[in-house]
T-cell receptor, first 116, second 116 residues
Framework: GAVVSQHPSRVICKSGTSVKIECRSLDFQATTMFWYRQFPKQSLMLMATSNEGSKATYEQGVEKDKFLINHASLTLSTLTVTSAHPEDSSFYIC????????????FGPGTRLTVT | DQQVKQNSPSLSVQEGRISILNCDYTNSMFDYFLWYKKYPAEGPTFLISISSIKDKNEDGRFTVFLNKSAKHLSLHIVPSQPGDSAVYFCAASAGGGGTSYGKLTFGQGTILTVHP
């Protein structure tokens, strides 16, 4: 159990367009999902915490109007990168937290975004 | 402010020997610690966790040790196998509810290479 999927796995888009990334918990309900970003050879940086049915909580320095997060159900959260620019190119990873044990997060396979 | 540090960027071990990966933290509010394994362009895979009320947790070849007074934890892999070669991240979480609940803070990662 504890499988998390992400779609798409890779996306290339033109500068100025928007891209939506989906994160799904396949075999459990996740009241909380997290979105991370990883730069090459660096650690995972938490961008925002997504709670089902409420507004996402963004980390300091993350533009909420640029990275729109929607957690519409207990198994789905989406991250939309609006008006993407080349500096938004990165590896985006989501995770989902089970109810118990509540600290353990299970990660999706990640999405490689390239903005040209 | 790096609250979770993995000071060894890389570790090389012979197959069959023990791999010891270290992690230090500074935030005394952390009460749950996790180890993840990650391959390039994939999401992290959960390995093992430990609560601050314990000093050791074992799961097969993986054992995590926690020294709260030293704010130090380590992951032991015995015996090491070539398939264990990956990047290992330690992560920490603080309880107590509020906006910090369940958020993971990651170390920088240690690249483990197990030679046949």
């Amino acid at each position: 159990g504890a499988v998390v999927s992400q779609h798409p796995s890779r996306v290339i888009c033109k500068s100025g367009t928007s891209v939506k990334i989906e994160c799904r918990s396949l075999d459990f309900q996740a009241t909380t999902m997290f979105w991370y970003r990883q730069f090459p050879k660096q650690s995972l940086m938490l961008m925002a915490t997504s709670n089902e049915g409420s507004k996402a909580t963004y980390e300091q320095g993350v533009e909420k109007d640029k990275f729109l997060i929607n957690h519409a159900s207990l198994t789905l959260s989406t991250l939309t990168v609006t008006s993407a620019h080349p500096e938004d190119s990165s590896f985006y990873i989501c995770s989902a937290r089970r109810l118990l044990p509540f600290y353990e997060q299970y990660f999706g396979p990640g999405t490689r975004l390239t903005v040209t | 402010d790096q609250q979770v540090k993995q000071n060894s960027p890389s570790l090389s071990v012979q197959e069959g020997r023990i791999s010891i990966l270290n992690c230090d933290y500074t935030n005394s509010m952390f009460d749950y610690f996790l180890w993840y394994k990650k391959y390039p362009a994939e999401g992290p895979t959960f390995l093992i966790s430990i609560s601050s009320i314990k000093d050791k947790n074992e799961d097969g070849r993986f054992t995590v040790f926690l020294n709260k007074s030293a704010k130090h934890l380590s992951l032991h892999i015995v015996p090491s196998q070539p398939g264990d070669s990956a990047v290992y991240f330690c992560a920490a979480s603080a309880g107590g509810g509020g906006t910090s609940y369940g958020k993971l803070t990651f170390g920088q990662g240690t690249i483990l290479t197990v030679h046949p």
